[in-house]
């Protein structure tokens, strides 16, 4: 998700990081830019390397990178997407995350090694994308949390949203409502991106605008995608149906996706918790309050990458495959349905 941060002396703030009694009217003033710059050299080790946050923050950013790209090709090597229109909405997804990333690598690389007119443009840009996509990781996510609840709630429903070419109006609305949300969250709080050096890209607006209620109108997305799953289980246990029992392949398939989802969305929410907390915490240290920023900026990747993640290790086995891997190649160990455990050799 996106969140910026309130700091001390950003606005029309009386105090600031080296001279508490010098007032500040914009937070993008070059005096207070320079600041924080010099703030956050004292934070590098002596040696002039970068700090561990920093390149945590930079490796997650790549691993994440990676994940949605291994889900991605996953799916269109195995042709999931013609099996189901939640592999579709997936990838969609995974695109999007994808290019948010990699423009996001792209960006803070090249401010962190220049400054000048590219390096901003890239940061600002960062900003808006950076905004946009996570909203819409959010708003679809509900999508394929609805989508899998009507797979055995209502048939006809599922057909009518997500059936064929159907499937385009609620992704499209989702992008509508994900950037109209983004612009109007930045825009109205004054929200800008700055580089620490130790910490990377911080986000600091004014508690002014729509950012506050923007963020908790999507917060609405998360706990949707729960009441889904509280609703399914509700409806087949008063239907007193077996779905959730089946031992077909198709419904065990159909329940981990669902379980994964809600895993998904619960970190979500979970995540916006925390933002929350981290708001209303009257912070009268700034170097502590940055250090915090910054495990949630790590922490803050986990429900995005959790479901290709969750999916492609259910999908490939990850138990057999280490079954594999520790076994010795000439012996094998079998467990019968009568639990008779025999060993094979070459």
């Known amino acids: 998700m ?10 029309s703030q009386t105090t600031n990081l080296e001279k508490p009694h010098c007032p500040r009217v914009r937070c993008y003033d070059e005096d207070y830019l320079e600041e924080l710059a010099a703030y956050n050299n004292a934070r590098l080790s002596g040696d002039g ?38 592999f579709s909405i997936l990838i969609i997804l995974s695109i999007t ?3 948010r990333v990699l ?19 890239l940061t600002k840009s960062s900003l808006y994308i950076d905004y946009c996509s996570n909203f819409f990781s959010l708003a679809i996510t509900f999508l394929m949390s ?27 609305l989702s992008a509508a409502v994900s950037v109209s949300g983004a612009v109007t969250c930045i825009l109205t709080s004054n929200i800008i991106r700055v580089l620490y050096p130790g ?16 963020n ?22 008063k239907q007193n149906r077996q779905v959730l029992t089946k031992s077909t392949n198709r419904n065990k398939g159909e329940q981990k996706v669902f379980v994964q989802l809600l895993i998904t969305t619960v970190l979500y929410g979970t995540m916006s918790i925390l ?32 479901l290709p993640l969750l999916l492609v290790c259910n999908s490939v086995q990850i138990r057999k495959k280490v079954s594999s891997w520790i076994a010795p190649k000439g012996e094998r160990t079998i467990v019968t349905e009568h639990g008779i455990t025999t060993t094979t050799s070459p």
């Open 2 to 11: 996106s969140f910026s941060f309130f700091l001390p002396g950003y606005m």
């Open 49 to 86: 390397k970068l700090t561990a946050a920093f390149i945590l923050n930079y490796v997650v950013s790549l691993l994440n990178l990676l994940i949605q790209l291994f889900c991605i090709q996953y799916i269109l090597k195995r042709k999931y997407f013609k099996k189901s229109t939640f």
């Open 97 to 99: 995350i994808s290019f």
């Open 103 to 121: 423009f996001y690598i792209l960006a803070i690389t090249t401010t962190a090694v220049i400054t000048n007119s590219i390096s901003v443009f």
């Open 146 to 172: 609805l989508n899998r609840c009507f797979c055995f709630v209502s048939k006809n429903w599922n057909s009518k949203i997500f059936d064929g070419k159907n499937v385009i109006v609620p992704i499209v």
């Open 199 to 214: 910490l990377g890209y911080i986000d600091m607006g004014s508690d002014t605008g729509f950012k506050v209620l923007i």
């Open 216 to 237: 908790r109108i999507f917060f609405v997305f998360p706990i949707s995608s729960v009441i889904c799953y509280v609703v399914l289980f509700y409806v087949l246990r």
């Open 275 to 306: 933002y929350e907390v981290l708001n209303l915490i009257n912070w009268s240290d700034t170097a502590l309050q940055l250090t915090f920023i910054s495990i949630f900026s790590v922490l803050n990747y986990l429900p995005e990458i959790s």
